[in-house]
């Protein structure tokens, strides 16, 4: 089947540092997602991308769609604390179903 | 607009007994996907149903487990006879349509097995 090697597996920084995490597949997905999930709840869309090289924002976030379709990165500007939490890369076909990485800890040290 | 809401948000059961979790997917949003998720590990998908049919179920075990979303009321993921090993984290997300569109994921129901 299908896997997601999301990396790295978790990560301690100190506030106000830059993150970048990753995502790699040997299958071709249309659809990349970037969720965060909190301790206790449900994932949380943060970025989608749609398109082969894509490069989005979303506030201090910023994710790209890789060219060949088969990775993603996602890269967290000038973190704070509120950034903590567990964020998932996702694959989606045209199947319907998301295929999920095991997560990036992120650690944010005031 | 009311979010992805599931019911209970945790729940216990002794082996042997049967656990109903429940999911109302956003409103217009016709496609729901069950998700599960162990401790420590990403969310692995179970089924995909669309009102009344189930579209993809090649995540769910082969026994004990079953899904259904009938024409009115909520997604129901049922499983028999609880084991342990079922203790996890359930996940319910929908879309509008199929293709790429985004899932909206609930706040999860947390069952714990005793």
């Known amino acids: 089947g299908q896997q997601l090697n999301q990396s790295p597996q978790s990560m301690f920084i100190q506030e106000g540092e830059d993150v970048s995490m990753n995502c790699t597949s040997s299958s071709i997905f249309n659809t990349w997602l970037w969720y965060k999930q909190d301790p206790g709840e449900g994932p949380v869309l943060l970025i989608a991308?749609?398109?082969?090289?894509e490069l989005t924002s979303n506030g201090r976030l910023t994710a790209q769609f890789g060219i060949t379709r088969k990775d993603s990165f996602l890269n967290i500007s000038a973190s704070i604390p509120s950034d903590v939490g567990i964020y998932f890369c996702a694959g989606q076909t045209n199947a319907g179903k998301s295929t999920f990485g095991d997560g990036t800890t992120l650690t944010v040290k005031p | 607009n009311a979010g992805v809401m599931q019911n209970p948000r945790h729940l216990v059961r002794r082996r042997g007994q049967e656990a109903r979790l429940r999911c109302s997917p956003m409103k217009g949003h016709s496609h729901v996907y069950w998700y599960r998720q162990l401790p420590e590990e990403g969310l692995k998908f179970m089924v995909y149903?669309?009102?009344?049919?189930?579209?993809?179920e090649s995540g769910m075990p082969k026994e004990r487990f079953s899904a259904e979303f009938p024409k009115e009321g909520p997604s129901i993921l049922r499983i028999q006879q609880v084991v342990r090993g079922d203790s996890a984290a359930y996940f319910c997300a929908s879309s509008l349509t199929r293709d790429t569109d985004t899932q909206y994921f609930g706040p999860g129901t947390r069952l714990t097995v005793l």
């Open positions: 149903l669309q009102k009344e049919n189930i579209i993809d």
């Open positions: 991308l749609y398109k082969a090289g």
